[in-house]
C-alpha cells in the first residue's frame, strides 16, 4: 500500500497536464501520418521534463521516441507505446487521445525507479494505427528486437479487459481492367471491368461456408465506373481479410485472390492485386507478463477483468511477434459503448475515463517496477516469449 500511496502521489503532479493534453488532442483530431500537432506536444513535454528525444523514427515524420537511461546501471529495457492518430468524421473515436498519455503518465513515474535499479525507458510514438500502422515499419527496422517487453493499454467501454489476442488482417485491392463502350448502342464491344468486381464479391460470399467462424472478410467497391451508360474500363474493390492466426489469415487470403483471378477469367478483364495498406499480425499475449498486469490493477482496488473476444486488429500484434507485449483495456465509461463512434470519443474525455486511465497508469507503473527489480521475473517472461 505504502508503493501505491507513492504512485498516485507521483501521478497527481502529473494529471493535470495529461487531461489538459487529452483535451487539446480531442479537440485537434489528426489522421494516421498527419499527427504533426500531437507529436510535438508529446516531444515538447518531454523536453521539458528533462528526457531525451528522438523524432522521425524509421523515417515517419510523426513519429517519436522519449528516452530515459539509468546513470547509474544497466538493466531491463521497457517501451511504452503511444497512439495518438484519430478517424475520419469522428476524430477520437477509437480513444487514441487518452490512450498514449496513459503510456505517458506511466513513462513520467517509472523514471524515478530506472535511476534507482537500472535499466532503460522508452516512450514510443507510433502513429497510423488505423491505417498504414508505424509499428509495423518499426518492427521490420528491428526497433523493439532488444527490447525486454512492450507494453500498451487500449481504452474500452466498459470496465478492464485483459490482453488477450488480435486477428492478423491484410488489406488488398483489386483492380479489375476491360474496355470502354456504349452501354446502349454498343455494349458487345465493351468488357465490363465492374462485372469483374461483382463477380468477386459473389465468390468471396461463396467462399464463406468455408471459412473459420473466427475469421472475417469485408470489402467495398471502392471504384464502379463513371456513369451507366459508359461501359467501365476500370474498377476496384478493397478488402480486409483476417483471422485469429498470421498462418489462417496467409491461407484465406490465397483463397480470396483465387476468387479474384476466377473473376477476372470468367468477365473477361485483367488483373492487378495490391495491398494499400500494411497487413497486421496478430497479437500474442505474454501471459507472464499479462498475470503481472492484472495482479497489480487487483491490488489497487479493481474488482474484476473481463476477457477480451480479440476480433479487431492492430499493428501491435506485429511488436508481439519481435518482443514480450501485451495489450489490456482500461474504461472510459460506466456502460457498454461502440468503438469507433462518436459516443466513444466523448466519454475519452469524461471523468470516468480519468479514473480508468489512473488505474491503467498505477498498473503499468507497478509491472515496470516489477520488471526493474525483478530478474527472475523478466527471465520467466523471455523464456514464455521464446517458445511461442
Known sequence: MELILELKNNLNSYMED??????????????????????????????????????????????????????????????????????????????????????????????????????????????????????????????????????????????????????????????????????????????????????????????????????????????????PNIIPDYAEAKFYVRANKLKDMEELVEKVKNCAKGAALSSGTKLEIENYEFSFYDMITNKTLSNLYENNLKKIGVEEIFEDEGLGSTDMGNVSHQCPSIHPYFPISSKEITGHSLEFAEASISEKAYEGMEEAILALSMTGIEILKDKELLKNIKEEFNKK
Open 18 to 227: 495529461l487531461k489538459e493534453m487529452n483535451e487539446f488532442f480531442y479537440n485537434n483530431p489528426e489522421l494516421g501520418n498527419e499527427e504533426y500537432l500531437a507529436k510535438e506536444k508529446y516531444c515538447n513535454y518531454l523536453k521539458k521534463n528533462n528526457f531525451q528525444v528522438e523524432e522521425n523514427i524509421c523515417g515517419i515524420p510523426t513519429a517519436f521516441i522519449g528516452k530515459y537511461e539509468s546513470t547509474k546501471k544497466e538493466g531491463p529495457k521497457i517501451a511504452l507505446l503511444a497512439e495518438y492518430d484519430a478517424l475520419p468524421e469522428i476524430g477520437h473515436g477509437c480513444g487514441h487521445n487518452i490512450l498514449g498519455l496513459t503510456s505517458l503518465g506511466a513513462f513520467l513515474i517509472l523514471k524515478k525507479y530506472v535511476e534507482e535499479y537500472g535499466g532503460s525507458l522508452f516512450l514510443i510514438g507510433t502513429p497510423a494505427e488505423e491505417t498504414n500502422g508505424a509499428k509495423v515499419t518499426m518492427v521490420e527496422n528491428g526497433l523493439f528486437s532488444d527490447m525486454d517487453v512492450a507494453m500498451i493499454v487500449h481504452p474500452s467501454g466498459k470496465g478492464h479487459y485483459r490482453s488477450s489476442t488480435s486477428q492478423a488482417m491484410e488489406a488488398l485491392k483489386f483492380k479489375f481492367y476491360g474496355k470502354t463502350a456504349h452501354a446502349a448502342g454498343d455494349p458487345y464491344n465493351g468488357i465490363n471491368a465492374l462485372d469483374g468486381v461483382l463477380t468477386l464479391f459473389a465468390s468471396v460470399n461463396a467462399l464463406r461456408q468455408q471459412t473459420l467462424s473466427t475469421s472475417r472478410i469485408h470489402g467495398i467497391i471502392s471504384n464502379g465506373g463513371l456513369t
